[in-house]
Nanobody
């Protein structure tokens, strides 16, 4: 089992930055990928960043160049640095972890809310 805790959301103005953290505990040796997602009101959940245990990263075009996913292995934590935030980045942000087969360890948690005002 892997437990994840998302932290770091808040209210910021457009153009500002925010850093989210996803702290993992439990059977972390089983994790192959940790990914950040977001879900805005009335919209489907979408992937915003992913990082593999080898350090490879992936971003959709909507956040590429503005968001950076990174990890601190010693702290078992994955970060999502969000720069140049836009009102359309407003959403609840979630992280999830996947085993080498691509299966998620968890159902979705509460996430952390990010609100970007214009």
């Amino acid at each position: 089992q892997v437990q994840l805790m998302e932290l770091g959301g808040g209210l910021v103005q457009a153009g500002e930055s925010l850093r989210l953290s996803c702290a993992a505990s439990g059977s972390i040796f089983s994790i192959n990928v940790i990914a950040w997602y977001r879900q805005a009101p009335g919209k489907q959940r979408e992937l915003v960043a992913a990082i593999t245990n080898s350090g490879s990263t992936n971003y959709p075009d909507s956040v590429k160049g503005r968001f950076t996913i990174s990890r601190d292995i010693a702290k078992n934590t994955v970060y999502l640095q969000m720069n140049s935030l836009k009102p359309e980045d407003t959403a609840v942000y979630y992280c999830n972890a996947y085993n080498p087969l691509g299966d998620p360890f968890n159902s979705w948690g509460q996430g952390t809310k990010v609100t970007v005002s214009s």
